[in-house]
């Protein structure tokens, strides 16, 4: 009876035992959350420094001066990547310009796309199949009035314990005409890893 | 006899302890306020989610203002608590109907607020038609196994 009733328990174990493996579970999460999933460039970081320097811009005087009756027209040039990670810079500035543009304070140029408009254009005017009278015409585009640059710098630190990595981005807005730079930001982001005991 | 007892209260134990070895969905529930206008009192309008977190943390200001046009929100924190809390708040815009405006595009951002502290955290609204706004905030989920 014993050796039954042990035999019930060690095979209840068992299966509760299987249970326990990992197991892959798919489920939609909340791109917006913060995600503390590990120490290197993240969503939330991405999501911070476009949130912090279109609100440090949008609130800037300058920009209210520069934005009074008139929407500028800008363009990006890329950020550059200090950084010892590989970080695709173009998606800050993508999220950067789509903001701004949003907010319907700036108009944006885009530089990536412009032997794609060429070519475009080109088949437009030389192809033969576009009605004449209705195709864009060259040297018709408007420039740039401001650029906006950047950098993002990082700094990394870590012991057999501790991993600390501080972020600092930069973002500077010049006047094309005059050279002149005529707002400037920086956010920065400190993010640790530390070993923790288990809670419960 | 009292060796197999033993075995079998080792093993119940631990079977009890195994069964715990899941990972429970994480506690998101914390304070905020509903969907005020700046001009409105926002201490009538503040809600609370999760008294656990309202023992530690308050919203002890709300101020807004017009900037170039947009409106402008200063959020004061302030801790309750003597330890430093991982936390994220988030605003959400709303148009003079009622509207969201980006629905689903307002991050979430991350503080630290060190124990006893009180915080002063920004929004600015993405467009010029915001009327109103709601904020919330709540603890940065911990990677724990919860039993």
Redesign the interface.
């Known amino acids: 009876m014993n050796k039954f009733i042990l035999a019930t328990t060690i095979s209840l174990a068992i299966v509760t035992l299987s249970g326990c493996t990992n197991k892959s579970v798919v489920r939609y999460g909340d791109a917006t959350a913060v995600e503390t999933n590990d120490i290197n460039f993240g969503s939330t970081d991405l999501q911070k420094i476009a949130s912090q320097m279109t609100d440090s811009l949008l609130l800037s005087p300058v920009v209210g001066t520069l934005t009074a009756n008139t929407r500028p027209i800008m363009f990006v040039e890329s950020i550059k990547n200090k950084t010892s990670e590989h970080i695709d810079t173009e998606s800050i500035t993508d999220s950067i310009s789509t903001k701004l543009l949003r907010s319907g304070k700036f108009r944006f140029v885009d530089m990536g796309r412009v032997s794609a408009a060429r070519e475009q254009m080109d088949f437009q005017q030389n192809s033969g199949m576009v009605d004449a009278s209705k195709a864009v015409a060259f040297g018709q585009q408007v420039g740039a009035q401001y650029m906006l640059y950047g950098n993002l710098a990082s700094i990394v630190k870590s012991n057999k314990d501790k991993s600390d990595v501080y972020y600092k981005f930069t973002l500077r807005l010049m006047d094309l005409k005059s050279g002149l730079v005529e707002w400037a930001d920086e956010t920065e982001i400190r993010k640790t890893k530390a070993k923790e005991s288990v809670g419960w | 006899?009292k060796n197999?007892l033993s075995?079998?209260l080792i093993?119940?134990c631990?079977?009890f302890v195994?069964?715990g070895?899941?990972n429970t969905p994480p506690v998101t529930s914390g304070i905020g306020s509903k969907r005020i206008t700046p001009e409105q009192e926002y201490a009538k309008y503040l809600q609370i989610n999760n008294k656990q977190l309202a023992a530690q943390l308050h919203i002890s200001d709300i101020k807004s203002r017009k900037?170039?046009d947009?409106l402008?929100i200063n959020l004061s924190l302030t801790s309750s608590y003597r330890k430093s809390q991982q936390l994220?708040y988030?605003f959400q815009w709303f148009d003079q109907a009622g509207f969201v405006i980006?629905a689903?595009?307002?991050?979430?951002?991350?503080i630290e607020l060190h124990g006893m502290q009180t915080l002063t955290v920004?929004?600015?609204a993405?467009?010029?038609q915001v009327a109103t706004f709601s904020l919330y905030v709540r603890e940065?989920p911990?990677?724990?196994?919860?039993?």
């Open positions: 006899m197999q075995v079998m093993l119940l631990f079977t195994v069964t070895c899941k900037s170039n947009l402008a994220q988030q980006e689903g595009k307002s991050p979430w951002h991350p920004a929004g600015l993405p467009s010029t940065v911990k990677k724990f196994f919860k039993f």
